[in-house]
């Protein structure tokens, strides 16, 4: 989901100070001045002294916004070279300096600034309750006050879905805002497409419409194309409206799409599926990754259902997103211009439509032991020409794609648990500001990195992928490994985490006491 939240990635780097690590992050705005400020006041040293960076192995690193990350185990090592002494006016005159430059950085930072305004909204909203209206929700930020407001007043009843449009009243999103020229098919390189054929494949390099370029060939490589009769400009059409319809959510957009598609296209691949399944299986398979998320608010099913929003209404409580998600999905299809299955009969459309719902609808994690139990029923006796034991198997693949990131290298699904707490923080501050239930996993005040992510491989990733791996030996070093290694991490995390924090409860507690002999 090529979203401008998760386009944006800070580099870290890790410094060794006193036998402790320290973690700093910095944009690539930032010059070379500014880093090393940035690194000085992380030392503790002043801020005009000029220093070197040295690995372990004594190799000097250059200081700029180009310079190589590092981790954990590699920290780099901070050398105070010399103190440069400034005249008053010059002092002031570098202030100066830094503060204009600060302001026109900002002038930049547009994604930077995107939890500053939700922060703003949120107390905007606070201040309309406290006048007496009831607000349901503001989703997109607005750089107009004006603009915001009247929203605002608009949306005075609770019942109103988080939705950037009324799914039901309002098709001018659904209605493809510009054509095929503006998106011009990018020469994928071999190395790229055999890349692409991986988990390791790095999802955050490429821009929206490299993105789209990719998902284009993954359908002209598995033959879907020729198969289906699907008209290549309407698969264009088609893919650019589907991308339109994501939100610019810190998780759940485009990027994230095109993440889930490219773990299915390489499972399809691993597991040698076109052999095993149909070609219809497979087009399924493709498309419901691909619209697994349309027109996702930001706000999980809970929020819907506890909000009383217009989705969790219309849909009963029963997986409201999820069904949101199919009904946007068709809705584009009904478009001619976007219909890539207008050249199959119907009964074939039929069975694609309810293989695209029930895939969908298995996204929803409040299905997840259902699901999961349902297809380990079958495994012993698994039969491909079943069809019941086909659909759960599709089930289980798309599940496994949706929260699969994990099973990338570490550079690449490290930043999507900063992206999805971004977003679980968003929501829990809303509930808190609505009075609503707040989950403890979606807390600020409460979840750390390592503990979101320990239990959650531990009970729902790995159990998954073992299941699957009994039907797919080759799962396991290409998929379980990756999950087992992530898991050792962050519980590796967690230690130092916990170390940390009982030895600064210890040093308050002899603080305290300490002050309480003064006494």
């Given at each position: 989901?090529?979203?401008?939240?998760?386009?944006?990635?800070?580099?870290?780097?890790?410094?060794?100070?006193d036998?402790?690590?320290?973690?700093?992050?910095?944009?690539?705005?930032?010059?070379?001045?500014?880093?090393?400020?940035?690194?000085?006041?992380?030392?503790?040293?002043?801020?005009?002294?000029?220093?070197?960076?040295?690995?372990?192995?004594?190799?000097?690193?250059?200081?700029?916004?180009?310079?190589?990350a590092?981790?954990?185990?590699?920290?780099?090592?901070?050398?105070?070279?010399?103190?440069?002494?400034?005249?008053?006016?010059?002092?002031?005159?570098?202030?100066?300096?830094?503060q204009?430059?600060?302001?026109?950085?900002?002038?930049?930072?547009?994604?930077?600034?995107?939890?500053?305004?939700?922060?703003?909204?949120?107390?905007?909203?606070?201040?309309?309750?406290?006048?007496?209206?009831?607000?349901?929700?503001?989703?997109?930020?607005?750089?107009?006050?004006?603009?915001?407001r009247?929203?605002?007043?608009?949306?005075?009843?609770?019942?109103?879905?988080?939705c950037?449009?009324?799914?039901?009243?309002?098709n001018?999103?659904?209605?493809?805002?510009?054509?095929v020229?503006?998106?011009?098919?990018?020469?994928?390189?071999?190395?790229?497409?055999?890349?692409?054929?991986?988990?390791?494949?790095?999802?955050?390099?490429?821009?929206?419409?490299?993105?789209?370029?990719?998902?284009?060939?993954?359908?002209?490589?598995?033959?879907?194309?020729?198969?289906?009769?699907?008209?290549?400009?309407?698969?264009?059409?088609?893919?650019?409206?589907?991308?339109?319809?994501?939100r610019?959510?810190?998780?759940?957009?485009?990027?994230?799409?095109?993440?889930?598609?490219?773990?299915?296209?390489?499972?399809?691949?691993?597991?040698?599926?076109?052999?095993?399944?149909?070609?219809?299986?497979?087009?399924?398979?493709?498309?419901?990754?691909?619209?697994?998320?349309?027109?996702?608010p930001?706000?999980?099913?809970?929020?819907?259902?506890?909000?009383r929003?217009?989705?969790?209404?219309?849909?009963?409580?029963?997986?409201?997103?999820?069904?949101?998600?199919?009904?946007?999905?068709?809705?584009?299809?009904?478009?001619?211009?976007?219909?890539?299955?207008?050249?199959?009969?119907?009964?074939?459309?039929?069975?694609?439509?309810?293989?695209?719902?029930?895939?969908?609808?298995?996204?929803?994690?409040?299905?997840?032991?259902?699901?999961?139990?349902?297809?380990?029923?079958?495994?012993?006796?698994?039969?491909?020409?079943?069809?019941?034991?086909?659909?759960?198997?599709?089930?289980?693949?798309?599940?496994?794609?949706?929260?699969?990131?994990?099973?990338?290298?570490?550079?690449?699904?490290?930043?999507?648990?900063?992206?999805?707490?971004?977003?679980?923080?968003?929501?829990?501050?809303?509930?808190?500001?609505?009075?609503?239930?707040?989950?403890?996993?979606?807390?600020?005040?409460?979840?750390?990195?390592?503990?979101?992510?320990?239990?959650?491989?531990?009970?729902?990733?790995?159990?998954?992928?073992?299941?699957?791996?009994?039907?797919?030996?080759?799962?396991?070093e290409?998929?379980?490994?990756?999950?087992?290694?992530?898991?050792?991490?962050?519980?590796?995390?967690?230690?130092?985490?916990?170390?940390?924090?009982?030895?600064?409860?210890?040093?308050?507690?002899?603080?305290?006491?300490?002050?309480?002999?003064?006494?």
């Amino acid at each position: 989901m090529g979203s401008s939240s998760s386009t944006y990635r800070p580099k870290y780097i890790y410094l060794e100070i006193d036998g402790r690590i320290q973690k700093v992050a910095f944009s690539k705005y930032c010059n070379s001045r500014d880093i090393m400020d940035l690194f000085c006041i992380a030392t503790g040293l002043p801020r005009n002294t000029t220093i070197s960076l040295f690995t372990a192995d004594d190799c000097m690193v250059s200081i700029d916004p180009t310079m190589p990350a590092n981790s954990e185990r590699t920290p780099y090592r901070i050398i105070p070279v010399a103190t440069e002494k400034r005249t008053e006016k010059e002092e002031l005159f570098q202030n100066l300096l830094v503060q204009v430059a600060e302001q026109l950085s900002r002038v930049f930072k547009i994604d930077e600034l995107k939890t500053e305004v939700t922060n703003h909204l949120a107390m905007l909203e606070k201040k309309v309750e406290l006048e007496g209206l009831k607000v349901a929700e503001i989703e997109k930020c607005k750089s107009d006050i004006k603009k915001m407001r009247d929203e605002m007043a608009a949306r005075s009843n609770r019942t109103n879905c988080p939705c950037k449009y009324s799914f039901l009243e309002d098709n001018k999103k659904l209605i493809l805002r510009r054509d095929v020229p503006s998106y011009p098919k990018y020469m994928l390189s071999q190395e790229t497409i055999e890349t692409l054929r991986k988990p390791t494949f790095d999802v955050w390099l490429w821009e929206p419409n490299e993105m789209l370029s990719c998902l284009e060939h993954m359908y002209h490589d598995l033959g879907l194309v020729k198969d289906f009769n699907i008209n290549p400009i309407t698969l264009k059409r088609w893919l650019l409206c589907v991308h339109d319809n994501y939100r610019n959510n810190p998780f759940h957009n485009f990027r994230h799409c095109f993440c889930v598609t490219q773990m299915m296209y390489s499972m399809i691949s691993l597991c040698n599926l076109q052999v095993k399944i149909s070609q219809m299986d497979i087009l399924i398979l493709m498309t419901a990754s691909i619209c697994h998320d349309l027109d996702h608010p930001g706000y999980n099913n809970t929020y819907q259902i506890n909000a009383r929003t217009e989705l969790a209404v219309r849909y009963n409580d029963i997986s409201p997103l999820e069904n949101h998600h199919c009904a946007v999905a068709f809705q584009i299809l009904t478009q001619p211009e976007c219909n890539i299955f207008s050249s199959v009969d119907k009964e074939q459309f039929k069975r694609i439509r309810q293989g695209i719902i029930t895939l969908i609808l298995a996204t929803d994690m409040a299905r997840h032991a259902e699901i999961l139990d349902s297809f380990k029923e079958i495994l012993d006796n698994f039969d491909y020409s079943n069809e019941e034991h086909v659909t759960r198997l599709k089930m289980v693949l798309i599940k496994c794609c949706d929260i699969s990131n994990e099973v990338r290298p570490m550079e690449v699904a490290e930043p999507w648990v900063d992206c999805l707490l971004e977003e679980y923080f968003m929501q829990s501050d809303r509930e808190k500001s609505e009075g609503l239930p707040v989950a403890p996993f979606m807390d600020r005040d409460k979840v750390t990195k390592p503990t979101a992510q320990i239990g959650f491989l531990k009970f729902v990733l790995i159990p998954m992928f073992q299941t699957v791996t009994k039907l797919f030996p080759e799962v396991e070093e290409v998929m379980l490994q990756p999950l087992w290694e992530s898991r050792d991490r962050y519980e590796e995390l967690k230690q130092i985490d916990d170390a940390m924090t009982k030895e600064l409860q210890k040093k308050k507690n002899e603080n305290l006491t300490s002050g309480i002999r003064d006494k």
